[in-house]
């Protein structure tokens, strides 16, 4: 049975198909993808797509990775001789323009069987769409990309990144105007509503005046009769009881909540933890579709089904960019409004920009 994984951006979408070493014919959620058999890049506007095996996927990532580095640094790096023989080919037309090429057949033969000219932005959504794939521990576990630092004597300036990357954000200008504009607003406070002012501390003014007011040089007022509460002591004891009863109908309240909030238990062991968080990886990796300009972070509560029962922001901009994250759409929205009585545990994901994903026990 295949195995297929995808990583999918609004210009771009990888697609790879393969199998397992164990070679067991029931897969689960949880298999690790290690024998590639085909792959197919989709790139908005380009039919039809560009498809090969594990040669051209090798040689796609490791382009894709070197040319983005030289373009966003600025800095080209030498060629050699093993780069020649690649079945990929990435060069600069001009500053909004990128040309790749895809070669049939081996060197010294190699003839241009597809060429596909990429804009900036197609070509963010193509090095994104190769980042994930690396944040995937579950496709290629074996494969790596070999990076070496450069060297004072290759460097040399260059032209600054803010010129390369204006094309695409034009393109993307109002997105990014919309979401500053956010960013930037305050969050607002939520206040409890204020009780009223209880009326009787007029009545408390009106008998404390009264007496002054009404009584003469030697003359006692009548005693207040003991069973009469409208005195002003009998008054100020009875507001402070209602307050008393405020108070402590809200504390219960709180401690219930917080009560309410761990009934269920905790998993322990690590085993469970770990196979939990290689599903709750796949699963929001799988759909996560929506670049993000800062990195978001999250408190995540997974059952022991792997269903999402809970998340939570932690830094502001996650709770101002939660509509770019597929947790909402995720969310086991039957357990909200039930007594969940399964274990659970709290994850910690990281939603980054340049689209990689991280998750981690809490």
Same mark, same amino acid.
């Given at each position: 049975?295949?195995?297929?994984?995808?990583?999918?951006?609004?210009?771009?979408?990888?697609?790879?198909?393969?199998?397992?070493?164990?070679?067991?014919?029931?897969?689960?959620?949880?298999?690790?993808?290690?024998?590639?058999?085909?792959?197919?890049?989709?790139?908005?506007?380009?039919?039809?797509?560009?498809?090969?095996?594990?040669?051209?996927?090798?040689?796609?990532?490791?382009?894709?990775?070197?040319?983005?580095?030289?373009?966003?640094?600025?800095?080209?790096?030498?060629?050699?001789?093993?780069?020649?023989?690649?079945?990929?080919?990435?060069?600069?037309?001009?500053?909004?323009?990128?040309?790749?090429?895809?070669?049939?057949?081996?060197?010294?033969?190699?003839?241009?069987?597809?060429?596909?000219?990429?804009?900036?932005?197609?070509?963010?959504?193509?090095?994104?769409?190769?980042?994930?794939?690396?944040?995937? @521990? +579950? =496709?290629?576990?074996?494969?790596?990309?070999?990076?070496?630092? #450069?060297? &004072?004597? *290759?460097?040399? $300036?260059? /032209?600054?990144?803010?010129?390369?990357?204006?094309?695409?954000?034009?393109?993307?200008?109002?997105?990014?105007?919309?979401?500053?504009?956010?960013?930037?607003?305050?969050?607002?406070?939520?206040?409890?509503?204020?009780?009223?002012?209880?009326?009787?501390?007029?009545?408390?003014?009106?008998?404390?005046?009264?007496?002054?007011?009404?009584?003469?040089?030697?003359?006692?007022?009548?005693?207040?009769?003991?069973?009469?509460?409208?005195?002003?002591?009998?008054?100020?004891?009875?507001?402070?009881?209602?307050?008393?009863?405020?108070?402590?109908?809200?504390?219960?309240?709180?401690?219930?909540?917080?009560? @309410? +909030? =761990?009934?269920?238990?905790?998993?322990?062991?690590?085993?469970? #933890?770990? &196979?939990? *968080?290689?599903? $709750?990886? /796949?699963?929001?990796?799988?759909?996560?579709?929506?670049?993000?300009?800062?990195?978001?972070?999250?408190?995540?509560?997974?059952?022991?089904?792997?269903?999402?029962?809970?998340?939570?922001?932690?830094?502001?901009?996650?709770?101002?960019?939660?509509?770019?994250?597929?947790?909402?759409?995720?969310?086991?929205?039957?357990?909200?409004?039930?007594?969940?009585?399964?274990?659970?545990?709290?994850?910690?994901?990281?939603?980054?920009?340049?689209?990689?994903?991280?998750?981690?026990?809490?």
């Amino acid at each position: 049975m295949t195995i297929q994984r995808q990583y999918s951006l609004p210009n771009c979408k990888l697609v790879l198909q393969g199998l397992s070493e164990t070679g067991s014919p029931n897969l689960s959620q949880g298999q690790v993808l290690s024998i590639l058999t085909n792959a197919e890049c989709h790139i908005q506007g380009q039919e039809p797509s560009l498809t090969g095996g594990r040669d051209f996927f090798e040689s796609l990532v490791r382009q894709v990775s070197s040319y983005a580095q030289e373009f966003l640094s600025g800095i080209s790096l030498p060629r050699h001789q093993s780069e020649s023989q690649e079945l990929v080919h990435l060069q600069k037309i001009d500053t909004n323009l990128h040309r790749l090429t895809v070669f049939d057949g081996n060197v010294p033969e190699q003839k241009p069987g597809r060429i596909v000219d990429l804009n900036t932005v197609q070509l963010f959504d193509l090095v994104e769409a190769v980042d994930q794939f690396f944040a995937d @521990s +579950l =496709t290629l576990p074996g494969f790596s990309l070999a990076v070496r630092p #450069i060297s &004072r004597k *290759e460097a040399k $300036l260059g /032209e600054p990144v803010a010129q390369k990357v204006i094309p695409a954000a034009v393109g993307m200008s109002g997105l990014a105007l919309a979401s500053l504009a956010l960013f930037l607003l305050p969050i607002p406070e939520v206040q409890r509503p204020k009780d009223p002012q209880p009326q009787s501390n007029e009545s408390i003014d009106n008998l404390e005046a009264s007496p002054n007011s009404t009584s003469e040089p030697g003359f006692n007022p009548t005693p207040t009769p003991e069973g009469l509460d409208s005195s002003p002591d009998a008054t100020i004891n009875s507001s402070d009881e209602m307050d008393a009863v405020d108070t402590s109908e809200e504390t219960v309240t709180e401690e219930n909540s917080e009560t @309410s +909030l =761990t009934t269920s238990s905790k998993i322990t062991d690590q085993a469970e #933890i770990q &196979r939990l *968080e290689n599903l $709750l990886l /796949e699963k929001i990796n799988n759909a996560w579709t929506i670049g993000i300009n800062e990195a978001l972070i999250y408190r995540v509560t997974v059952a022991s089904d792997g269903s999402i029962i809970g998340y939570k922001p932690i830094n502001p901009a996650a709770a101002d960019e939660v509509d770019k994250i597929p947790l909402p759409d995720l969310l086991n929205k039957q357990a909200l409004g039930e007594e969940n009585n399964q274990s659970i545990v709290e994850f910690k994901v990281l939603f980054q920009e340049n689209g990689l994903l991280e998750v981690e026990p809490w």
